[in-house]
């Protein structure tokens, strides 16, 4: 139950699993929140800055159409998700849940910063130290994730966000879509679905149909987000050749690392979270121990300059493919409009079963 009504916020008792009916406030939303302008669209939403009533105060409201899900836990998991990762402050907290006849209505904080890489682009003098100090909450916020039992499963830069235009803005890891309970990873028919955004998929996820894999997967996409935020490139894309990027992600030992103008602690550091064996890869609280986070460095004021030079051409191109996708996705779905099947296994989130 959200604060739009004048009851707390639900949390089952023990910290246990909250269920989608506990979570729906009653009535209309619009007796708590005030619709206002448009602000994104996603693959099955459409979000609207909405306002409460009570204080003006601004939010995200996320609405979607009953009709457009194939099955209804589509979305409620992602709730139920939220619900259980409320009260960290670097992860998007749920606020309220509304449903009507038609939609369903999920209020959350209103994220107005846009992303940590665009932020990253806009910084005079980039280093090391200021790097880490990026990476340090987004670690912080997906130990949480992990302790709560729950696998992101979509860690990449669009869903690293900042909450306001302010320079110390707090980032905020978002879009639960695809997250899992760690239990229910091997059941199902989606049992061990690949899914996420290729470039960020672990080896483990590729390697064969029902691979069992756990949430190590996030401790490498948050390995190759790092390894771009210090070297400028993504370790394994390529944007040619997909197929290329899949051998790169199983087979490329990133030897190249060697030659980059960075800290030894920072290669390190890099290797531990890129480890192509889940079973050797560091977890998250290892990861928070290395050295390179701990050690009072001496890199940390080393300019970074090239890589920040190579990062902004990086995301530079990130916005290009993301504008083109934008008009295929759009030219796609005008064809597609009698077929909403056809249109949903186009979804770039969840990519088929090799
Ligand atoms: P979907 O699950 O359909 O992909 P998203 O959660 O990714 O939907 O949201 C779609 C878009 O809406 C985002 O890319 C972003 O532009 C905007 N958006 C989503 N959540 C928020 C938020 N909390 N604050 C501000 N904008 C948001
Ligand atoms: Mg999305």
């Given at each position: 139950m959200g604060s739009g009504s004048s009851k707390k916020?639900?949390?089952a008792p023990g910290g246990g699993r909250v269920r989608y009916r506990d979570l729906v406030t009653r009535g209309k939303v619009t007796a708590h929140y005030r619709p206002g302008r448009?602000?994104?669209?996603?693959?099955?939403?459409?979000?609207?800055?909405?306002?409460?009533?009570?204080?003006?105060?601004?939010?995200?409201?996320?609405?979607?159409?009953?009709?457009s899900l194939s099955n209804q836990e589509e979305f409620t998991n992602e709730l139920?998700?939220?619900?259980?990762?409320?009260?960290?402050?670097?992860?998007?907290?749920?606020?309220?849940?509304?449903?009507?006849?038609?939609?369903?209505?999920?209020?959350?904080?209103?994220?107005?910063g846009g992303?940590?890489?665009d932020r990253i682009c806009n910084y005079?003098?980039?280093?090391?130290?200021?790097?880490?100090?990026?990476?340090?909450?987004?670690?912080?916020?997906?130990q949480?994730?992990?302790?709560?039992?729950?696998?992101?499963?979509?860690?990449?830069?669009?869903?690293?966000?900042?909450?306001?235009?302010?320079p110390n803005a707090p980032l905020k890891i978002a879009d639960f879509g695809v997250a899992c309970w760690m239990q229910e990873l091997g059941q199902g028919p989606n049992r061990y679905l690949k899914c996420g955004t290729p470039e960020y998929m672990a080896p483990e996820m590729y390697q064969s149909r029902f691979a069992p894999y756990d949430r190590a997967v996030d401790v490498w996409a948050m390995g190759c987000v790092v390894y771009i935020m210090l070297c400028g490139w993504h370790p394994f894309q390529d944007q040619e050749n997909p197929a290329k990027q899949q051998q790169n992600i199983l087979y490329d030992d990133l030897s190249s690392l060697a030659e980059e103008e960075i800290s030894d602690n920072a290669k390190h550091f890099i290797m531990k979270m890129l480890d192509k064996n889940p079973n050797k890869r560091w977890t998250?609280?290892?990861?928070?121990?290395?050295p390179w986070l701990c050690a009072n460095a001496t890199f940390d004021n080393k300019s970074l300059q090239t890589q920040h030079e190579r990062f902004k051409r990086f995301?530079?191109?990130?916005?290009?493919?993301?504008?083109?996708?934008?008009?295929?996705?759009?030219?796609?779905?005008?064809?597609?409009?009698?077929?909403?099947?056809?249109?949903?296994?186009?979804?770039?989130?969840v990519v088929p079963m090799l």
């Open positions: 916020k639900k949390t448009r602000l994104g669209a996603g693959n099955m939403a459409t979000v609207y800055l909405y306002s409460r009533v009570r204080d003006n105060k601004p939010f995200a409201a996320k609405i979607v159409e009953k009709d139920e998700i939220l619900a259980h990762l409320r009260g960290h402050s670097h992860i998007l907290e749920l606020e309220d849940v509304f449903e009507d006849k038609h939609k369903y209505y999920l209020i959350t904080d209103l994220v107005a992303e940590l890489f005079g003098q980039y280093t090391e130290g200021l790097a880490k100090k990026m990476i340090i909450p987004m670690l912080h916020a997906l949480f994730v992990h302790e709560k039992q729950i696998v992101h499963r979509d860690i990449k830069p669009e869903n690293l966000l900042l909450m306001d235009g302010s998250i609280p290892q990861i928070l121990e290395h995301q530079h191109l990130r916005r290009l493919r993301k504008v083109s996708f934008a008009v295929l996705a759009a030219t796609r779905a005008s064809k597609m409009v009698l077929d909403k099947s056809s249109f949903k296994h186009d979804d770039p989130k």
